[in-house]
Structure formats: structure tokens, C-alpha cells
């Protein structure tokens, strides 16, 4: 992972604060319990028209909004109101670079006690430069977890729940400690769901498939603008629907996709490379055509982006 820059703001409390000034209590309900949602965003600098465009952010706040409520968590903001607060946060940093943001709403009341009802509810949001996420995305080296995906009926898997990520943490660390990049995770049912923290897509005779919401994958936002830049702009079948463990081995190629990850294609499972043993065709035309819309390239998605600062408010 790149080396990662630290916040020097964030919003807490209802206003702009220096980052030191955003603490909590260790007795902080969603500290001591995983009561918490939280989200992920990126920022994309453009060189060309100096602008700093935000991904998709409508969604991503609908998409908190919708995790914070499986939570009994109320947010006292709309997603639009959600996106001028992170307007407001990245002009004050005044990024000019590629940034990583992160939302949280969480159980805030100082307690013991494990409920969801009779406690306060709070927001935080912060952003940082932020780079690569896996070290080998142009080839990585995964493996199957021993670890089963959280199922929706114990954890619900449609939202960004701040104590399932314990499940992909024992994934991630077991994985890297073992000398792979990342791992892909089984459901409960023997069937491919994810990477620890990524969605998964494989090619396999010219045909895109991926797991469906109801295989316990997070509804990722840029796994579906993937799905939609495949069909529409590659004109590629994009199937969803359930992938077993051996269609890894047997795939012509294999990329992961996510706000963190962005996307990054897998050459190698475990012992076995997957089609060639290098990034395909496919994976490398919709990570380039990725890339060139989250930096603003191609016009018929610019509503896709939210730009940050005006002409007047450009940082020096």
C-alpha cells in the first residue's frame, strides 16, 4: 500500500475542526462495539483543467445514509447537504492530488451496553492523499481465504458496517502474512463473493461475470459503473450471477474493482496463473477507460463527478 498522507482537518461535531481536535472517548459506544457505518471515496486530481473531481459522491451518501439506517443510526443530513460539508472539508485542505475520503456515523454515546436503541448518533468526515491500496495491481498474487464471508443474515452485507470489517481484516492479514497480495472470499454456500475489501469480476470466453447482490457482496458504486462502462462504452456481456472456486483457475482473467483498489487485475491464484499469467485485454481496457473517466476524460460521464472548486476558489 502507498505511503498514505495525513488529514490536517476534519468535520466533527457539525463544523471544520483541526484533525487533532476530532477525538473520541474510549468508552465510545462504536468503539467498544463496531457500532458504526462508514464510507469511501476518492478524489481525482486533473492536471489539465487543475480541478478535483469526486467520484460518484451522491451515491456514496445515499449508499452511507442506507448502511446507517440498517444501524438504526440517523444522519441529520441529505446527500446532497453530505456533499457540500465534503466540498467545503476538501477546499479547506485545498488538495491538489489524489485523495482518499472517509465518512463515518456512529453510535457516539459514552456507555456499556450492547443496543442500537437509546443511543446518540454522530458524523465524522476527513480526507488525505491517498495512493495505490494493493502494491500489485497490474498483477496480483491472491489466494482462497480460510475465512467465509459475513453472511447478510448476521451481519448485514448491503451496508458498510464498522465491526463486519473485523471479517476482513482476519482475510487481508492471513493473506498478506502468507505472502499473497490479497485473498477471494467464499460465501457460505461454496460460492465466490469478494476480495476483503473489493468486488470481483472474471472473464471467461469473451464474456464479464460477477457475483449478484444476493451472494453477500457489498453493492459496490464502482462495480456498477463498471457494469456499465463494459456494456455500454466495450460492449461487453456482463453477466451477474454465482462463480464457483474452480472458475478462478479456469478464468481467461480475473480484476478486482473498488474505491480503494480502484481496479486491479489478478495473474496468479495460489499455485495457479490465471489465463496468461498477465494483465488481459479486457481488464486493461476498462481500468484504462476507468481511469479516464474519474479524471473527467470522457464527457458523456462527467455527470458522474462532482468538481470541487470553482474558478475563484483554486487553491495557490
Same mark, same amino acid.
Given at each position: 500500500?502507498?505511503?498514505?498522507?495525513?488529514?490536517?482537518? =476534519?468535520?466533527?461535531?457539525?463544523?471544520?475542526?483541526?484533525?487533532?481536535?476530532?477525538?473520541?472517548?474510549?468508552?465510545?459506544?462504536?468503539?467498544?462495539?463496531?457500532?458504526?457505518?462508514?464510507? $469511501?471515496? @476518492?478524489?481525482?486530481?486533473?492536471?489539465?483543467?487543475?480541478?478535483?473531481?469526486?467520484? @460518484?459522491?451522491?451515491?456514496?451518501?445515499?449508499?452511507?445514509?442506507?448502511?446507517?439506517?440498517?444501524?438504526?443510526?440517523?444522519?441529520?443530513?441529505?446527500? =446532497?447537504?453530505?456533499?457540500?460539508?465534503?466540498?467545503?472539508?476538501?477546499?479547506?485542505? $485545498?488538495?491538489?492530488?489524489?485523495?482518499?475520503?472517509?465518512?463515518?456515523?456512529?453510535?457516539?454515546?459514552?456507555?456499556? /451496553?450492547?443496543?442500537?436503541?437509546?443511543?446518540?448518533?454522530?458524523?465524522?468526515?476527513? =480526507?488525505?492523499?491517498?495512493?495505490?491500496?494493493?502494491?500489485?495491481?497490474?498483477?496480483?498474487?491472491?489466494?482462497?481465504?480460510?475465512?467465509? @464471508?459475513?453472511?447478510?443474515?448476521?451481519?448485514? =452485507?448491503?451496508?458498510?458496517?464498522?465491526?463486519?470489517?473485523?471479517?476482513?481484516?482476519?482475510?487481508?492479514?492471513?493473506?498478506?502474512?502468507?505472502?499473497?497480495?490479497?485473498?477471494?472470499?467464499?460465501?457460505?454456500?461454496?460460492?465466490?463473493?469478494?476480495?476483503?475489501?473489493?468486488?470481483?469480476?472474471?472473464?471467461?470466453?469473451?464474456?464479464?461475470?460477477?457475483?449478484?447482490?444476493?451472494?453477500?457482496?457489498?453493492?459496490?458504486?464502482?462495480? @456498477?459503473?463498471?457494469?456499465?462502462?463494459?456494456?455500454?462504452?466495450? $460492449?461487453?456481456?456482463?453477466?451477474?450471477?454465482?462463480?464457483?472456486?474452480?472458475?478462478?483457475?479456469?478464468?481467461?482473467?480475473?480484476?478486482?474493482? /473498488?474505491?480503494?483498489?480502484?481496479?486491479?487485475?489478478?495473474?496468479?491464484?495460489?499455485?495457479?496463473?490465471?489465463?496468461?499469467?498477465?494483465?488481459?485485454?479486457?481488464?486493461?481496457?476498462?481500468?484504462?477507460?476507468?481511469?479516464?473517466?474519474?479524471?473527467?476524460?470522457?464527457?458523456?460521464?462527467?455527470?458522474?463527478?462532482?468538481?470541487?472548486?470553482?474558478?475563484?476558489?483554486?487553491?495557490?
Amino acid at each position: 500500500m502507498a505511503d498514505q498522507g495525513r488529514p490536517r482537518f =476534519a468535520f466533527f461535531d457539525g463544523q471544520i475542526v483541526p484533525f487533532e481536535q476530532a477525538t473520541v472517548s474510549v468508552l465510545t459506544h462504536s468503539f467498544n462495539y463496531g457500532t458504526g457505518v462508514f464510507g $469511501g471515496l @476518492r478524489g481525482y486530481w486533473n492536471d489539465d483543467e487543475e480541478q478535483l473531481y469526486v467520484f @460518484r459522491p451522491l451515491d456514496h451518501f445515499e449508499r452511507l445514509i442506507q448502511s446507517a439506517s440498517l444501524m438504526r443510526i440517523r444522519i441529520p443530513y441529505s446527500a =446532497a447537504e453530505l456533499n457540500e460539508i465534503l466540498n467545503n472539508l476538501l477546499r479547506t485542505e $485545498g488538495f491538489r492530488q489524489n485523495c482518499y475520503i472517509r465518512p463515518l456515523a456512529y453510535k457516539s454515546t459514552e456507555m456499556i /451496553g450492547v443496543r442500537l436503541h437509546d443511543v446518540a448518533d454522530a458524523l465524522t468526515m476527513f =480526507a488525505m492523499p491517498f495512493g495505490s491500496y494493493i502494491v500489485n495491481e497490474d498483477g496480483a498474487h491472491v489466494c482462497f481465504s480460510a475465512w467465509r @464471508r459475513v453472511d447478510d443474515n448476521a451481519i448485514p =452485507a448491503r451496508g458498510k458496517i464498522v465491526g463486519a470489517y473485523a471479517n476482513s481484516a482476519l482475510i487481508k492479514s492471513d493473506a498478506v502474512l502468507s505472502g499473497y497480495d490479497e485473498a477471494l472470499v467464499l460465501n457460505q454456500e461454496g460460492h465466490v463473493t469478494e476480495a476483503s475489501a473489493a468486488n470481483i469480476f472474471v472473464v471467461r470466453r469473451g464474456v464479464v461475470y460477477t457475483p449478484p447482490p444476493q451472494a453477500d457482496v457489498l453493492e459496490g458504486i464502482v462495480r @456498477r459503473a463498471l457494469i456499465t462502462l463494459m456494456r455500454d462504452d466495450l $460492449g461487453l456481456e456482463v453477466v451477474e450471477r454465482d462463480i464457483d472456486r474452480t472458475e478462478i483457475y479456469v478464468a481467461d482473467e480475473v480484476f478486482l474493482c /473498488g474505491t480503494g483498489v480502484q481496479v486491479a487485475a489478478i495473474t496468479r491464484v495460489e499455485h495457479r496463473p490465471i489465463g496468461s499469467g498477465v494483465m488481459g485485454p479486457i481488464t486493461e481496457s476498462a481500468r484504462n477507460l476507468f481511469f479516464r473517466v474519474v479524471q473527467g476524460r470522457v464527457a458523456q460521464y462527467r455527470d458522474w463527478l462532482s468538481p470541487v472548486y470553482e474558478t475563484e476558489q483554486m487553491p495557490e
